[in-house]
């Protein structure tokens, strides 16, 4: 059963910033944009990463994360203007091979690809 649902995957067609909550060290906010998610077919969620050292020691200790995104541009429940989710998952950083060369490809100023593998998908509006 997909976790990511088509509502979800029409917010990324949208530009909207998305907030990445770690907690490990301390806790650490991080932003980037719903353009920089990509979506493996098995439903992990790709993240270029340039920056992102503090999510990487929290990611370290405690690999579970709570990301946030939406889009004023897409229809949510009951036909409201704008939607969004909460997204928990478990991080984990990638460093080499083929995900790795194809997000390098993509987007040239990254030095690491943060991974998602999605636990639960809840979409808030």
């Not at 990445?20 to 906010?29: A, N, R």
């Not at 353009?35 to 929290?58: C, H, M």
């Not at 994360?65 to 989710?85: C, E, H, N, R």
Request: cysteine-free.
């Amino acid at each position: 059963m997909s976790k990511l649902s088509e509502k979800f995957l029409e917010v990324l067609k949208h530009e909207g910033v998305v907030s990445i909550m770690s907690w490990g060290v301390e806790p650490h906010l991080v932003n980037t944009w719903n353009s920089y998610l990509v979506v493996t077919e098995d439903e992990r969620i790709l993240i270029p990463a340039y920056g992102f050292r503090k999510t990487q020691k929290n990611v370290d200790v405690n690999n579970k994360v709570k990301i946030a995104l939406g889009s004023k541009d897409v229809l949510g429940y009951k036909d409201y203007q704008g939607t969004g989710f909460l997204i928990d998952g478990t991080a984990s950083y990638i460093e080499m091979g083929d995900e790795y060369d194809m997000m390098k490809n993509k987007f040239s100023f990254l030095t690491r690809v943060l991974e998602i593998t999605v636990d639960t998908a809840k979409q808030m509006l």
